[in-house]
Structures are given as structure tokens and as C-alpha cells.
């Protein structure tokens, strides 16, 4: 999908999309401390294409994901490079080198970019105070997956707390029913954004394996929508799965 390397890891001192704090407090006499980070809210969108019986995913790079299983890799090392001297010699180089640029390189020969690639809903940050997040969820849909419905076509699943740990931000998640007809678009997100998103279609009928897939990474929101659909939608699609 892509090629990630020249990674170098640095402090975050300042940034537009997260604030790190930490909260002194007491409870029940207590005093206690949490750190924690304030960021923006976000929507999320279920895409049922009418015409196709598929559900509309979007799939990207994720640093963040990518930076967990780097993380990961650096403590294990995969089978084939401790197999040879050469790639325990390699390893053995890279945990002395500590957070480096040349670090990334290293890695990067072991770890593709697929590592921080995942499935997720159609989603995005309420940053836009004016706009309802109905509308938001529309322009995203739009951005992103390239179909232009309406707001008013979008109906409200649920609302929940993600990252109750960290960030505690809301996210609300939409239903929207779409036909081959509202594809205006092929969709990919805002390039002057940075954004790179490739569009991909579930069929109804894989949608609950696909969801415990483990070997899909996934966000919960999929996973979530998909048994939602299940067991509000089924009766209207007639749909047979093993779940
Ligand atoms: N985070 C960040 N760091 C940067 O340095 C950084 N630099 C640029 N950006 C820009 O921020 C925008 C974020 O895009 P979206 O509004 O589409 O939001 P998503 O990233 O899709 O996140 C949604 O979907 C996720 C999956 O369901 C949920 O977890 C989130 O809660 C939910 O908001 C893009 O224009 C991106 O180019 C950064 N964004
Ligand atoms: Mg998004």
C-alpha cells in the first residue's frame, strides 16, 4: 500500500490535535493524580451500499499503530532474522542505537508498512464548531468514501466514550444507507490533508468472520457496527450468518 521509512521518534512538545495534562484531585479524601490528554471528538459512519449488499470500510496507515508494533519488533526480533548470526547481529546493533533515525531504517527492512495498516469505519474529528455532526459525518463520507448523501440520511446508532483511559473523547456513530447512485467520487480522503485512504467493501455476508478475524486488525467501531447491523438490520436483509 505504501512505504514507510526515514522514521525518526521525537518528543511531541506541541501539537494541534493532542494536549497532554495531568489532573490533580482528590477522591473520597484521597489525593490522586492522572495523566491524561484532551483531543477532539469524532463521528464515525457505518456504510451499507444497497445496490453491492457490502459494507464501505476505509483502510489506512495508522503511525500510531505502525509505532506499537515497531515497539514490539525491536523487543522480538521475527524467527528468520535470529536464524542467521548476521540477523542476531543486527538486532543485537539496533537495542544499543536507542531511538534513532538509522533505527528506523534497520527495522523497517523487517516490518512493512501493512504492520500499522487498518480497517476502520468512515470517521472524523469534530473540529468544525459550526457544523452539526450529522453534517460533519456527511462531509466525511463524501471525503473519504466518495458517496454524497444527504445529512438527513444518517441516523444516530449510539454515542460512547473511547479511550476512556487517555483521552475519554466521545465518538457518535452513524448509520447511512448508500446505492451505487450517490457514488460521486472514488473517495481517498483530502490529499492536501495528507490523507491517503483506500476505500474497500465487505460483503454482508462475510461481515461477521471478517469481524472476529484477529488477523484483520480492526477498530472496535467495526466490530461493534457490524453486530449492530446484525441485529437491527437483519430481518430487512435477510441476512444468514453463523453468528
Ligand atoms: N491525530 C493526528 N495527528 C497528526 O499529527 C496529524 N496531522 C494531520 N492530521 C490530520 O487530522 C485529520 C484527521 O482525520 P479525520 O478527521 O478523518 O480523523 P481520523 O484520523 O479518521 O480519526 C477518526 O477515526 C478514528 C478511527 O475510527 C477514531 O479513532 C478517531 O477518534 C476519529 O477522529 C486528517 O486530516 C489528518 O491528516 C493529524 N491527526
Ligand atoms: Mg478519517
Not at 469524532?42 to 470500510?57: E, K, Y
Not at 508494533?69 to 548476521?86: F, G, H, R
Request: proline content about 5%; charged content about 25%.
Amino acid at each position: 500500500m505504501e512505504e514507510i521509512n526515514n522514521i525518526e521518534v521525537v518528543p511531541c512538545t506541541e501539537s494541534d490535535y493532542l494536549k497532554p495534562f495531568r489532573v490533580h484531585y482528590s477522591q473520597n479524601g484521597t489525593k490522586k493524580s492522572w495523566d491524561f490528554m484532551r483531543t477532539h471528538d469524532s463521528v464515525s459512519v457505518l456504510i451499507f451500499n444497497t445496490t453491492s449488499h457490502c459494507f464501505v470500510l476505509v483502510k489506512q496507515f495508522r503511525p500510531a499503530v505502525y509505532m506499537c508494533e515497531w515497539e514490539k519488533a525491536k523487543t522480538q526480533p521475527p524467527k528468520s532474522a535470529e536464524k542467521t548470526e548476521e540477523g542476531a547481529a543486527e538486532a543485537a546493533t539496533e537495542s544499543q542505537q536507542g531511538q534513532s533515525a538509522s533505527e528506523g531504517e534497520s527495522s523497517s527492512q523487517w516490518l512493512p508498512a501493512s504492520a500499522g495498516v487498518t480497517y476502520e469505519l468512515c470517521a472524523g474529528l469534530v473540529d468544525k464548531p459550526d457544523l452539526s455532526l450529522e453534517e460533519i459525518a456527511r462531509q466525511e463520507v463524501l471525503e473519504e468514501c466518495g458517496y454524497d448523501v444527504p445529512a438527513s440520511k444518517l441516523k444516530k446508532i449510539t454515542s460512547y466514550r473511547s479511550g476512556v483511559g487517555v483521552t475519554g473523547a466521545k465518538q457518535t456513530m452513524f448509520y447511512a444507507e448508500v446505492s451505487d447512485d450517490n457514488c460521486v467520487s472514488p473517495g481517498g480522503g483530502e490529499p492536501k490533508e495528507g490523507e491517503l485512504i483506500e476505500v474497500v467493501k465487505v460483503p454482508l455476508h462475510e461481515a461477521m468472520t471478517f469481524a472476529y478475524d484477529e488477523r484483520i486488525p480492526k477498530t472496535m467501531g467495526v466490530i461493534f457496527s457490524f453486530i449492530w447491523f446484525h441485529n437491527n438490520m437483519s430481518p430487512k436483509y435477510k441476512i444468514s450468518t453463523n453468528v
